[in-house]
């Protein structure tokens, strides 16, 4: 079945940056999209950036020039290397995937636009 994974996550300064990974298994992931999605306490769950199947990369503008997804085809992983981090990114943070056939921008800006989660990593952003 689906499954995916993710680490990384942990307590860093403001300023600092963090590497979150998500490791998938269970379904052709070349075919897939895959997007990172965070949850603050007491708020909705929001896109934060997605990478299509063709590589093709969408972000959120609160972490516009902050944040850059890739993906290792090879390995099935996804990665969000985070940067400049502020106190208001401090949240648990999904991965989620789609099928390409299903996937578009708007696919990235609400949880209804993805088929399958992982558990999620907590990023705290603290001094």
């Known amino acids: 079945q689906v499954q995916l994974v993710e680490s990384g996550g942990g307590l860093v300064q403001p300023g600092g940056s963090l590497r979150l990974s998500c490791a998938a298994s269970?379904?052709?992931?070349?075919?897939?999209?895959i997007g990172w999605f965070r949850q603050a306490p007491g708020k909705e769950r929001e896109g934060v950036s997605c990478i299509s199947s063709g590589g093709n990369t969408y972000y959120a503008d609160s972490v516009k020039g902050r944040f850059s997804i890739s993906r290792e085809n090879g390995k099935a992983m996804v990665y969000l290397q985070m940067n400049s981090l502020k106190p208001e990114d401090t949240a648990v943070y999904y991965c989620?995937?789609?099928?390409?056939?299903?996937?578009?921008?708007?696919?990235?800006?609400?949880?209804?636009?993805?088929?399958?989660w992982g558990k999620g990593t907590l990023v705290t952003v603290s001094s």
């Open positions: 269970g379904f052709t992931f070349n075919y897939y999209a």
């Open positions: 989620a995937t789609v099928p390409r056939w299903k996937y578009n921008i708007n696919s990235c800006k609400r949880p209804s636009g993805m088929d399958y």
